[in-house]
Structure formats: structure tokens, C-alpha cells
């Protein structure tokens, strides 16, 4: 996404960018060669740090799916000019050993696309309708893993949670459920810590550190989500005006929705409707 959340840097690397006055979601301005001698790390660790960037520069793309990119063994959108989004998402489920959700190739087509289309605007859902086409065509090919990937360890959310037992572990992931249902049920309305941790039954502390574990961000990051997402939705499906889609949503304000908006799928909410069209 175009809001870097995280690109694992140290410590030592963040403060390096500081110094230089580089912020995170432009290291990809800079060059392989430039970001090993800036930060003074290895060609390998500077190509990661390039890719990760640049990755999560495009709409909804996140960490997650940039460092699948980068096990594939891609560290630049020009790497992947002139892929077939098909075969790349085929290599990956072979390489994971389970076939993935569907929108995952969505997702590959994106990137593709990019990379040979860096200024038209698109997000991932855009491809839907093209891969769902090819895929009624072609379908899938016979050595296609069998096993699911919700099915794979990395994936279990409950598995992310620090605690030593996994009766503990499963008793704080229905509990976290619970604060993110509050979250689905109530977005519209302004939603303290206070409530989210006692919608799960547990201290604010011990939400906080599970939730983010689990969740792999904060609950303020994870009601953005929500709203952002239903948002999206009421602009391509409702004549709203974006005002009402910002109370209806529970923004704060106008001028910040737009903002973020924007920072994360790449285009005003107008536009966005536009596109719709």
C-alpha cells in the first residue's frame, strides 16, 4: 500500500534515514548502489529494503505480499515487466505447497501491471474480472497443490501470539475476535482502547501487545482498514456525497479522509468514484 507500515529496518538504519532526511516510503527513490553506502549495509540488504519500498509504494500492496515477491527472487518492479501474473502465481503455490486465495493473483496481475504501466491507476480488485475470465478458460493446472493455505502454520493467526501454551494462545485469539468484531459492528462511532480491551475481556496492555502480534497492526490500523474498506464500497456502490461517507464511515474530518484516502489506494475519492464509472 502506499502507506509503509513497516519495512523492518533497525534501529541503526532508521536513524541513519532520519539523518539523511529520507523518509521510508521514498527509499525506493534512491538506488541499490546509494542505499548500501547511505546506510552502510550489504548490496543484498539494500536491494530488500529497495523492493519493500517500492512494492508497498502500489495501492494496497502490503509487507506481506512484498516479501512473497521478494522469496520469489524479485527485488524491482522492472523484474517483473513482462511476467505472466498466471505463471507467477502458479511458482508461488508451488513454492508455498498450497494453493492461495484467489485474490492473491489479483494481486500479481497488479504488480505486472505496474510495472508496465507505472502511471495508470489501478488496485488489485480491478483484475478481478480478467482473472476470473482466464481462469474460467484455462483453469488451473493439474500439479496444483491440494492443501489449502489457510491450513499452513504462518498463516494461523492465533499462532502469532506470544504465549507458551496453545490453549492460551487459542483462549487470546477468540478473545482478540471479539474486539475486531466490535470494530466491524461499531466503525462508525468514535472507539477508545478502553472499549476494545474490554470487549475482549483483557488489560489494555495485554490487548495491545496480542492484538498487534495477531493482527500484525495496531487496532487504530486495523479500524482504518475497516473504514477505508467500507468506505471504497459506499463510494462505488451509493451516490453519497464524500462528506456523508465520511460521517457514515466515522472519519474525523473531510480534509483528512481525502488524505488518507488518497496515501492509500493512490487517488482522490472522487477520482476513485470516477473510475467506477
Given amino acids: 500500500m502506499n502507506s509503509i507500515n513497516h519495512l523492518d529496518f533497525t534501529p541503526t538504519e532508521r536513524k541513519k534515514l532520519r539523518t539523511l532526511k529520507i523518509k521510508l516510503k521514498e527509499v525506493h527513490h534512491h538506488s541499490v548502489g546509494e542505499l548500501q553506502k547511505l546506510l ?29 515477491l521478494i522469496s520469489m527472487g524479485y527485488y524491482s518492479l ?20 498450497a494453493w492461495i486465495d484467489p485474490c492473491l493473483e489479483d494481486q500479481f496481475r497488479l504488480v505486472v501491471h505496474y ?13 478481478t474480472p480478467e482473472r476470473k475470465a482466464f481462469r474460467e478458460k484455462f483453469g488451473y493446472p493439474k500439479s496444483r497443490p491440494t492443501a489449502p493455505w489457510f491450513n499452513l502454520p504462518q498463516y494461523h493467526t492465533a499462532k502469532r501470539i506470544a504465549a507458551a501454551k496453545e490453549v492460551t494462545q487459542n483462549d487470546l485469539h477468540k478473545k482478540l475476535k471479539q474486539a475486531a468484531a466490535f470494530m466491524k459492528k461499531n466503525f462508525a462511532n468514535h472507539i477508545t482502547l478502553a472499549e476494545l480491551s474490554e470487549a475482549a ?47 457514515a464511515c466515522g472519519f474525523e474530518n473531510k480534509s483528512s479522509f481525502i488524505r488518507l484516502f488518497k496515501r492509500t489506494f493512490g ?4 477520482e476513485y468514484r470516477n473510475f467506477q464509472k
Fill in 115 to 127: 510495472a508496465q504501466n507505472p502511471r495508470e491507476q489501478k488496485n488489485w480488485w480491478d483484475f
Fill in 40 to 68: 552502510d549495509v550489504s548490496k543484498i540488504r539494500a536491494m530488500e529494503l529497495y523492493a519493500l519500498s517500492e512494492f508497498q509504494s502500489l495501492p494496497q500492496i502490503g509487507i506481506r505480499f512484498a516479501h512473497d
Fill in 201 to 247: 475481556g483483557i488489560s489494555r496492555y495485554h490487548f495491545l501487545r496480542s492484538f498487534k502480534h495477531a493482527y500484525e497492526k495496531t487496532p487504530g490500523q486495523f479500524l482504518t482498514r475497516i473504514r477505508l474498506k467500507e468506505a471504497s464500497s459506499r463510494l462505488k456502490k451509493t451516490k453519497q456525497d464524500i462528506g456523508q461517507v465520511v460521517v
Fill in 267 to 270: 487517488v482522490t475519492p472522487l
Fill in 78 to 97: 522492472k523484474e517483473l515487466k513482462g511476467k505472466d501474473p498466471a505463471k507467477l502465481l502458479d511458482r508461488f503455490e508451488q513454492q508455498l505447497g
